[in-house]
């Protein structure tokens, strides 16, 4: 059975860092492409961050320069370095994990399995 168990959200101020961690069970984790999405309030479910077996990354726009995506395949944990942040960055942030990549550079057809979510608030 998959599980994917996000942890590291909480309430910061503008300007703070959180550090995200999403634990994976139930897969080989070291040839799984993973991400991070968020959701807001009203607001449809986001792509934030992604990275593959082979240990690329890509960052929404809105979070480049601020956020860092890592992975460690012994410990089979993926982290979200969250710095400079803002209260845009407020919502539910999901960890997700596919096989399911194409071509060299392992890019994401889709995620296939979700994790439960942890909250993240950037308030004054």
């Known amino acids: 059975q998959v599980q994917l168990v996000e942890s590291g959200g909480g309430l910061v101020q503008p300007g703070g860092s959180l550090r995200l961690s999403c634990a994976a069970s139930g897969i080989i984790f070291k040839d799984y492409a993973m991400g991070w999405y968020r959701q807001a309030p009203g607001k449809q479910r986001e792509l934030v961050a992604t990275?593959?077996?082979?240990?690329?990354?890509n960052y929404a726009d809105s979070v480049k320069g601020r956020f860092t995506m890592s992975r460690d395949n012994a410990k089979k944990t993926v982290y979200l370095q969250m710095n400079s942040l803002k209260p845009e960055d407020t919502g539910i942030y999901y960890c997700?994990?596919?096989?399911?990549?194409?071509?060299?550079?392992?890019?994401?057809?889709?995620?296939?399995?979700w994790g439960q979510g942890t909250q993240v608030t950037v308030s004054s």
């Open positions: 990275i593959t077996s082979v240990l690329s990354t």
């Open positions: 997700a994990a596919t096989a399911r990549t194409a071509g060299p550079r392992c890019v994401v057809i889709g995620y296939d399995y």
